[in-house]
């Protein structure tokens, strides 16, 4: 079991619900054209919780991206 520390997926391991949820996150995530264009760079930080179904009961934005086309796909990502 993961103890907190880097989930790898795609290395041939054993699956994990972590893993999993990576590989579905990333199949999901979009940059946003404008931001693409304007050459807007940035790591939002999310937080978020779900239940055992793997529904999210809760997100916030916990640190910005510095940009608000970046933070907004973030919220919009986890809702997807």
């Not at 972590?18 to 304007?38: F, M």
């Not at 760079?41 to 809760?58: K, N």
């Amino acid at each position: 079991e993961n103890a907190g520390g880097p989930v790898l997926f795609g290395q041939g391991g054993p699956v994990t619900w972590q893993g999993l949820l990576l590989a579905q996150l990333e199949a999901h995530k979009r940059y946003p054209l404008a931001a693409r264009e304007r050459g807007e760079q940035g790591v939002a930080y999310l937080r978020f919780a779900m239940d055992r179904q793997g529904r999210v009961i809760s997100f916030s934005l916990e640190q910005s991206s510095g940009f608000d086309d970046l933070d907004r796909e973030t919220l919009d990502l986890i809702q997807r």
